[in-house]
T-cell receptor, first 114, second 115 residues
Framework: KQEVTQIPAALSVPEGENLVLNCSFT??????LQWFRQDPGKGLTSLLL?????REQTSGRLNASLDKSSGRSTLYIAASQPGDSATYLC?????????????FGDGTTLTVKP | DAGVTQSPTHLIKTRGQQVTLRCSPK?????VSWYQQALGQGPQFIFQ???????QRGNFPDRFSGHQFPNYSSELNVNALLLGDSALYLC??????????????FGPGTRLTVL
C-alpha cells in the first residue's frame, strides 16, 4: 500500500526566504507525482507534474525534483511572498493498468510573514 | 474553458439522509475521480469513472456510489449519511493516455455538513 508523508506539517518563514518542502513515498512504482496548492476551504490548484521518467520540473519561482529510487520529491520555492501562504500537497499515481488513483500526503501548511 | 465545476458549493444534511453531488470535467477530459478530504488531512480517493464505468475504488463503503454520463460529467451519491461523512468532496478530471493518467485538475469542492 502506497503511503505518502510530508514533512514538516507546518512551516513559517519571513518574506524573501528560499524554502524546500519535502514529500516521501513508500512505493517507487509510480507513474507521476503532482504538487498542488490549496487555500483554506478551497479546491486544489495544480502547480507541477513530474512524470516518472523526469528528474525535475520548473514553473516560475517553483522547482520540483523527483528521486524515485529514494522515494522522495522536493518542492523548492524561491524568494517566498506572503501570497505563497497556503497548504502544499503532493500526490503520487500509478499506471491505470494497476491502479489509477492518486495517493496524497497530508500537506505542509506554509505561512510567509511580511 | 471553465475548468472543473462542482455543485452545490455547500450542503447541510441530517444523519440518515441521502445526498448527490455533481461534477463537470474540464473540456477534453474523459476521466473523473472523486476524493473526500477531512479537515487537516489530504484527500482520500473514493472512486474513478472512465467510459461510464467505475474503474478503481478506494476504501469506502457501498454507501458511496457514483455515475458517469455520456458527456463525461459525474455524480457522487452517498446514502444513509453519518456524522463522519462531513468533509470537503473534491472532483478531479484528467485525460487518459496510452501510458496512464495525465495531470489531474480539481474543482472547488462541495462542503458537506452532516448534523
Amino acid at each position: 500500500k502506497q503511503e505518502v508523508t510530508q514533512i514538516p506539517a507546518a512551516l513559517s518563514v519571513p518574506e524573501g526566504e528560499n524554502l524546500v518542502l519535502n514529500c516521501s513515498f513508500t512505493d517507487s512504482a509510480i507513474y507521476n507525482l503532482q504538487w498542488f496548492r490549496q487555500d483554506p476551504g478551497k479546491g486544489l490548484t495544480s502547480l507541477l507534474l513530474i512524470q516518472s521518467s523526469q528528474r525535475e520540473q520548473t514553473s516560475g519561482r517553483l522547482n520540483a525534483s523527483l528521486d524515485k529510487s529514494s522515494g522522495r520529491s522536493t518542492l523548492y520555492i524561491a524568494a517566498s511572498q506572503p501570497g505563497d501562504s497556503a497548504t502544499y500537497l503532493c500526490a503520487v499515481s500509478r499506471k491505470w493498468t494497476n491502479a489509477g488513483k492518486s495517493t496524497f500526503g497530508d500537506g505542509t501548511t506554509l505561512t510567509v510573514k511580511p | 474553458d471553465a475548468g472543473v465545476t462542482q455543485s452545490p458549493t455547500h450542503l447541510i444534511k441530517t444523519r440518515g439522509q441521502q445526498v448527490t453531488l455533481r461534477c463537470s470535467p474540464k473540456s477534453g477530459h474523459d476521466t473523473v475521480s472523486w476524493y473526500q478530504q477531512a479537515l487537516g488531512q489530504g484527500p482520500q480517493f473514493i472512486f474513478q469513472y472512465y467510459e461510464e464505468e467505475e474503474r478503481q475504488r478506494g476504501n469506502f463503503p457501498d454507501r458511496f456510489s457514483g455515475h458517469q454520463f455520456p458527456n463525461y460529467s459525474s455524480e457522487l451519491n452517498v446514502n444513509a449519511l453519518l456524522l463522519g461523512d462531513s468533509a470537503l468532496y473534491l472532483c478531479a478530471s484528467s485525460k487518459r493516455t496510452s501510458g496512464g493518467y495525465n495531470e489531474q485538475f480539481f474543482g472547488p469542492g462541495t462542503r458537506l455538513t452532516v448534523l
